[in-house]
Protein backbone atom coordinates (compact mmCIF):
# COMPACT_ATOMS: atom_id res chain seq x y z
CA UNK A 1 0.00 0.00 0.00
CA UNK A 2 2.97 2.24 1.26
CA UNK A 3 4.08 2.30 -2.73
CA UNK A 4 0.62 3.98 -3.75
CA UNK A 5 0.95 6.84 -1.74
CA UNK A 6 3.62 8.61 -3.75
CA UNK A 7 1.14 9.04 -6.79
CA UNK A 8 -2.15 9.63 -4.17
CA UNK A 9 -0.43 12.46 -3.04
CA UNK A 10 0.61 13.39 -6.55
CA UNK A 11 -3.05 13.52 -7.47
CA UNK A 12 -4.65 15.13 -4.15
CA UNK A 13 -2.50 18.03 -5.21
CA UNK A 14 -3.77 18.20 -8.45
CA UNK A 15 -7.25 18.55 -7.07
CA UNK A 16 -6.23 20.59 -4.08
CA UNK A 17 -4.76 23.26 -6.82
CA UNK A 18 -7.85 22.82 -9.00
CA UNK A 19 -10.38 23.32 -6.19
CA UNK A 20 -7.84 26.31 -5.36
CA UNK A 21 -8.28 28.27 -8.56
CA UNK A 22 -12.28 28.12 -8.32
CA UNK A 23 -12.24 29.17 -5.12
CA UNK A 24 -9.73 31.18 -4.14
CA UNK A 25 -8.15 29.82 -1.59
CA UNK A 26 -4.71 31.60 -2.67
CA UNK A 27 -1.56 30.61 -0.20
CA UNK A 28 -4.05 27.82 1.59
CA UNK A 29 -3.81 25.60 -1.76
CA UNK A 30 0.07 26.52 -2.29
CA UNK A 31 0.81 25.81 1.20
CA UNK A 32 -1.25 22.67 1.23
CA UNK A 33 0.28 21.04 -2.53
CA UNK A 34 3.90 21.79 -0.44
CA UNK A 35 3.02 19.80 1.99
CA UNK A 36 1.53 17.10 -0.77
CA UNK A 37 4.51 17.16 -2.38
CA UNK A 38 6.80 16.83 0.66
CA UNK A 39 5.06 13.50 1.50
CA UNK A 40 5.18 12.47 -1.92
CA UNK A 41 8.68 12.93 -1.95
CA UNK A 42 9.33 10.87 0.84
CA UNK A 43 7.13 8.25 0.17
CA UNK A 44 9.14 7.43 -3.38
CA UNK A 45 11.56 5.05 -1.06
CA UNK A 46 8.69 2.60 -0.67
CA UNK A 47 8.87 2.43 -4.73
CA UNK A 48 10.05 -0.63 -6.13
CA UNK A 49 13.27 -0.83 -7.57
CA UNK A 50 13.27 -3.74 -9.71
CA UNK A 51 15.92 -3.80 -12.25
CA UNK A 52 15.19 -6.22 -15.48
Given at each position: MK???????LLFMV??????????WG?????ISFVLLLLAATFT???DNKKH
Open positions: KYLTALCVVQLIGLQTNLASWFKYL
